[in-house]
């Protein structure tokens, strides 16, 4: 039973980390909004998608 909530407690806080990574991303706003609504639509597989494609870092790098 302990296992079960140490594990939504990971999700949690994978989730969290994900949308505010998000939010900090350069991103246009309606990206922002779709990439956060997958995550909280789909916890676990939109967290993981996010790992993988979502948007990167903050301001972009001009030379």
């Known amino acids: 039973?302990?296992?079960?909530?140490?594990?939504?407690?990971?999700?949690?806080?994978?989730?969290?980390y994900a949308i505010i990574?998000?939010?900090?991303?350069g991103a246009s706003t309606g990206a922002k909004l779709l990439w956060i609504l997958?995550?909280?639509?789909?916890?676990?597989l939109g967290a993981i998608v996010w790992f993988f494609?979502?948007?990167?870092?903050?301001?972009p790098i001009t030379i």
């Open 1 to 16: 039973m302990f296992g079960y909530s140490l594990l939504g407690l990971l999700i949690l806080i994978i989730d969290i």
């Open 53 to 59: 494609a979502g948007p990167r870092g903050g301001r």
């Open 38 to 44: 997958g995550i909280l639509i789909f916890p676990v």
């Open 21 to 25: 990574k998000t939010l900090q991303s």
